[in-house]
């Protein structure tokens, strides 16, 4: 997936706000796979992280029913049934010889795959964890040491240097901790587990692929628990669509070749919506009367429109007079900070769709661009614990709103349930799920019994 996240969010299935350890983002023959890769995985990220989050909450009968017939095929048919495929789709013998070193599904990452988080993290700290001031010293020497590679890949991508080396950054702390697990084991893990079998078959398949195209070999082809390779954590898939060959070697290197794996990055932005004329936002104050039912991505009005509302810069300047939209964005609720997310915001989202990404994403690139830190953020907000999101939309259910099945996880339809309850209750409608949303929700429950 693309990925870097969680110091950087290694090893959970997804990037979301929920905090672990993780990265994460088929394919016929090579000429087959690039016109269907084309046309469909531009948002594979997306789809991976969708998924994800989907079958986490399986229950463990679910998958013993859906993969009892599966279990019953030991992993050696399982290889060779793969290897019987890959030869189909013109994958070369000596390439495939990589899967006899494939060992029994590893633990690891079975258990990084089923690991869930004790608490929701908090978008306070989910910065802090990211945005620091070494981070930032670091990454503005880096921007000067590498000014004219980056130069030459904006000249050819319009992506602006100070972001992408943000995604750097963020996806694998400037190349540094791009995760330990041999690709080709970890995705063989993972297809062979049930769930998600089919997608990470095809991503294996892909991987092999690329191990035949020659641009890694078996050995150096590393990366997280969830297959997610190289600098930037890119998915098999994504690496198929969007690598590029930088240095001109012949070979597309995101492990180690920094024209590749900017020329790499800067392609996949340009492919998902990026404008280099454009920020990707910026913080705001929102005046005291402000309708938080506004806030969030689906409402997308002009700053025009946001201005005559009272928005504001936070220096107290009037939002620019120039013809852009944008979406407010609370990551943690109305008391917490607010932004103003313009079109690169969204391309953002493209590249790992969680909001506490996609803002610290663009704030790190204003840092490394000289701005401050962010204004409003909270300093003594409770983290919710999974239990508590479930409890929360347990009682948000007994209260007749419909989060959803309770699995304490804060989605959208949590979210909308959240809202409706706030509006009833002539709340500020943030949508947003805290302790003392949490402790209302407990205290009007027991003065109904």
């Known amino acids: 997936m693309i990925s870097i996240i969680l110091p950087f969010l290694y090893d959970y299935g997804m990037r979301n706000e929920f905090h672990t350890s993780f990265y994460p983002h088929g394919l016929a023959s090579a000429m087959s796979t690039s016109s269907y890769l084309q046309n469909s995985l531009r948002s594979s990220l997306l789809t991976f992280v969708l998924m994800i989050a989907i079958q986490l909450v399986w229950s463990n009968e679910s998958f013993a029913q859906t993969g009892k017939s599966e279990r019953e095929q030991s992993f050696e048919q399982w290889v060779e049934e793969l290897r019987e495929e890959a030869l189909s789709l013109g994958i070369r013998e000596e390439t495939l010889a990589a899967l006899d070193a494939l060992e029994a599904p590893l633990e690891q990452v079975l258990k990084y795959d089923n690991s869930q988080p004790e608490f929701v993290q908090t978008f306070t700290r989910y910065v802090g964890l990211r945005v620091t001031e070494q981070q930032v010293r670091k990454g503005q020497a880096l921007l000067h040491e590498h000014a004219e590679l980056l130069a030459e890949v904006r000249a050819k991508y319009n992506v602006q240097p100070h972001y992408l080396a943000a995604f750097w950054a963020i996806e694998s702390n400037f190349g540094s901790a791009t995760g330990g697990f041999s690709v080709l084991q970890a995705l063989a893990t993972l297809a062979y587990d049930p769930r998600r079998a089919d997608f990470f078959r095809q991503q294996l398949l892909t991987a092999l692929q690329i191990l035949d195209a020659g641009h890694i070999s078996p050995e150096r082809m590393t990366g997280s628990w969830a297959g997610a390779m190289g600098q930037l954590q890119f998915m098999p898939s994504v690496f198929f669509s969007y690598g590029v060959d930088g240095d001109g070697d012949g070979r597309i290197d995101i492990w180690n070749s920094l024209p590749d794996i900017f020329h790499s990055a800067a392609n996949f932005l340009s492919h998902s919506g990026w404008k280099g004329d454009e920020r990707w936002g910026r913080e705001v104050v929102l005046p005291e009367n402000f309708d938080f039912s506004l806030t969030g991505l689906s409402e997308r009005r002009s700053l025009g429109e946001w201005s005559a509302m009272g928005i504001k810069q936070v220096s107290g300047a009037p939002l620019p007079n120039v013809g852009m939209q944008g979406s407010i964005i609370i990551p943690a609720g109305a008391d917490g900070p607010a932004f103003i997310a313009y079109n690169n915001y969204r391309a953002t989202l493209a590249y790992n769709p969680s909001a506490f990404y996609a803002?610290?994403?663009?704030?790190?690139?204003?840092?490394?661009?000289?701005?401050?830190?962010?204004?409003?953020?909270?300093?003594?907000?409770?983290?919710?614990?999974?239990?508590?999101?479930?409890?929360?939309?347990?009682?948000?259910?007994?209260?007749?709103?419909?989060?959803?099945?309770?699995?304490?996880?804060?989605?959208?339809?949590?979210?909308?349930?959240?809202?409706?309850?706030?509006?009833?209750?002539?709340?500020?409608?943030d949508g947003y799920a805290s302790k003392p949303l949490l402790e209302q929700l407990i205290s009007e429950s027991a003065d109904s019994i």
Do not use: C, W
């Open 359 to 429: 803002l610290t994403v663009g704030h790190l690139a204003d840092r490394f661009s000289g701005s401050g830190p962010i204004q409003r953020l909270l300093v003594d907000e409770q983290p919710m614990s999974v239990a508590d999101v479930k409890q929360l939309q347990e009682l948000l259910t007994l209260a007749g709103f419909d989060p959803g099945e309770p699995d304490g996880r804060v989605g959208s339809r949590t979210r909308a349930a959240i809202r409706a309850y706030q509006e009833g209750a002539n709340l500020r409608m």
